[in-house]
């Protein structure tokens, strides 16, 4: 089972880049998937995470700026992140709830992840 991060890259401050999370080797449709990300020198830290209703969480950094996103039904979950800024810099991780089907977000929120992608470097330059 794996969790394909993509979409990182480098961008200028104030840009927009769009992050993609595509399972394989299972599916996660009816379950909770997050992301998450980590800076040099600093604790990973949940970005945003949604359930299969839809239903969000977002980190109070990322909130009016970032959006976490999933077409019902598919397994694939984005981060559309605008309005970028240097603090956001990090390397980007997807993660899934492998165990809560038709569960909220809240295990995402606790950091209890059964399942966590490669991760992809977003750099925003000032």
């Known amino acids: 089972v794996q969790l394909q991060a993509c979409g990182g890259g480098l961008v200028q401050a104030g840009g927009s880049l769009r992050l993609s999370c595509v399972p394989s080797?299972?599916?996660?449709?009816?379950?909770?998937v997050g992301w998450f990300r980590q800076a040099p020198g600093k604790e990973r830290e949940l970005v945003a995470a949604?359930?299969?209703?839809?239903?969000?969480h977002y980190n109070d950094a990322v909130k009016g700026r970032f959006t976490i996103s999933r077409v019902r039904g598919e397994s694939t979950v984005y981060l559309q992140m605008n309005s970028l800024n240097p603090e956001d810099t990090a390397v980007y991780y997807c993660?899934?709830?492998?165990?809560?089907?038709?569960?909220?977000?809240?295990?995402?929120?606790?950091?209890?992840?059964?399942?966590w992608g490669q991760g992809t470097l977003v750099t925003v330059s000032s």
């Open positions: 949604i359930n299969y209703r839809g239903s969000t």
């Open positions: 993660a899934a709830d492998g165990r809560s089907r038709f569960g909220s977000v809240d295990a995402i929120i606790g950091g209890k992840v059964d399942y």
């Open positions: 080797g299972r599916s996660f449709t009816n379950y909770p």
